[in-house]
């Protein structure tokens, strides 16, 4: 089943930016993690086929973001592995469990940009504003 993802692009110099938005932290993670893979590929038009289980810890919650959304550069670059739908089942104390969706990379994908090669803190900000979530992170690509 799909979800809506809620996200928008920040347009930064030579980098790519995406602020995840959401009703709870988790899922404005979650949208950080589709916008931040949305930017390379129409992941709505593929069907995942591999299922991964990743855990990440943190000291505050944008060194959380930071780690979640590099180690899905991991499974990406490492394992070939294109996310295509996160659900996080854990966010709490510093830790970050989550199941990812994910398409094994091949030759049917279309590419739609430069791909993305790291998550920076600069002008990284998560806010919780009137029971809304904001998180916004910058890509080096």
């Given at each position: 089943?799909?979800?809506?993802?809620?996200?928008?692009?920040?347009?930064?110099?030579?980098?790519?930016?995406?602020i995840g938005i959401g009703?709870?932290?988790?899922?404005?993670?979650?949208?950080?993690?589709?916008?931040?893979?949305?930017?390379?590929?129409?992941?709505?038009?593929?069907?995942?086929?591999?299922?991964?289980?990743?855990?990440?810890?943190?000291?505050?919650?944008?060194?959380?973001?930071?780690?979640?959304?590099?180690?899905?550069?991991?499974?990406?670059?490492?394992?070939?592995?294109?996310?295509?739908?996160?659900?996080?089942?854990?966010?709490?104390?510093?830790?970050?469990?989550?199941?990812?969706?994910?398409?094994?990379?091949?030759?049917?994908?279309?590419?739609?940009?430069?791909?993305?090669?790291?998550?920076?803190?600069?002008?990284?900000?998560?806010?919780?504003?009137?029971?809304?979530?904001?998180?916004?992170?910058?890509?080096?690509?």
């Open positions: 089943m799909k979800r809506e993802h809620k996200f928008e692009v920040v347009e930064h110099t030579a980098d790519v930016g995406v009703d709870s932290l988790a899922e404005a993670f979650e949208n950080c993690a589709y916008g931040m893979f949305s930017q390379m590929a129409e992941l709505d038009k593929y069907t995942p086929d591999a299922h991964r289980k990743i855990v990440v810890v943190g000291s505050d919650n944008e060194e959380l973001l930071q780690n979640f959304l590099s180690e899905l550069l991991v499974l990406f670059d490492a394992d070939g592995l294109l996310p295509i739908d996160v659900e996080i089942t854990e966010l709490s104390c510093g830790r970050l469990t989550a199941w990812v969706d994910a398409k094994k990379v091949d030759d049917t994908i279309e590419w739609l940009g430069p791909q993305i090669k790291a998550v920076t803190y600069h002008q990284m900000s998560i806010e919780e504003r009137d029971g809304q979530w904001r998180a916004r992170v910058i890509f080096d690509v």
